[in-house]
């Protein structure tokens, strides 16, 4: 390969022995084992341990994806908040699935989720949006997310528009805000293993209830 001004990456690698997980330790209900891993991530101080990369697609097939931050999880999904006309807006307009991925890395985990997507009701994002700093209310209302704008400068004085418009009294969430809650139709844990040979259990829903498999790493 050519000359790279990186260290050789073929050559760099992470032998991951941490864990194992096996069908007794993964159980049934993958929503369970979900919570179970995501708080030792966040015991593990892992930075950021509910950021998770979210694919969608535009009606014609077309892939992007994008880090977001996890902000309410449970059997009925994950929910993460965005501008609704935002590139992964107009995509979930169009073809409202999407896929999650949350990696854990100094637990040698990944999680992989897929499902259908829905807005959160107004009223959740409502509450939401109150809980948040001013200042990201703020540019939340000012930014109009994913198009193209002239300048820094020019975001900057729309920023200021808005806090004018605001001045002494609460932001009110701008109605192409809010959140989105990704059903859960699929899961998968993966856990690092020695020598790469990985152990991925993964589920999928039937009902009220979940099949599960485990995959070949
Ligand atoms: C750590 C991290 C957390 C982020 N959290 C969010 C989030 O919760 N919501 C969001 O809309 N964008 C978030 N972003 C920005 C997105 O990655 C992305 O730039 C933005 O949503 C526009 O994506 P789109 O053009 O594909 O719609 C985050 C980025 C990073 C790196």
Do not use: C
Request: charged share 30%; proline share 6%.
């Amino acid at each position: 390969m050519d000359a790279s001004p990186f260290p050789d990456l073929r050559r760099m690698r992470h032998e991951y022995a941490e864990a194992g997980l096996s069908e007794d330790e993964a159980g049934d209900d993958p929503v369970l084992l979900f919570e179970r891993w995501l708080g030792q991530a966040i015991d593990a101080g892992v930075p950021e341990p509910n950021a998770m990369a979210v694919a969608t697609a535009s009606e014609d097939g077309r892939p992007s994806s994008r880090i977001v931050l996890l902000k309410g999880f449970d059997a009925t999904g994950m929910v993460f908040f965005s501008g609704y006309d935002s590139r992964k807006g107009r995509e979930l307009k169009a073809n409202p699935r999407a896929a999650a991925t949350m990696l854990w890395h100094p637990l040698q985990r990944q999680v992989r989720v897929e499902g259908t997507v829905t807005r959160v009701d107004p009223a959740e994002s409502d509450i939401y949006f109150a809980s948040r700093p001013r200042g990201a209310q703020i540019s939340a209302a000012a930014s109009p997310q994913s198009r193209t704008v002239a300048d820094r400068a020019a975001l900057e004085g729309r920023r200021a528009e808005v806090e004018r418009m605001f001045q002494g009294r609460e932001v009110v969430r701008p109605e192409g805000w809010g959140g989105y809650r990704i059903a859960l139709d699929v899961m998968e844990f993966w856990q690092g293993r020695s020598g790469r040979f990985h152990d991925r259990i993964h589920y999928v829903r039937r009902g009220d209830a979940w099949d599960r498999s485990r995959l070949a790493p």
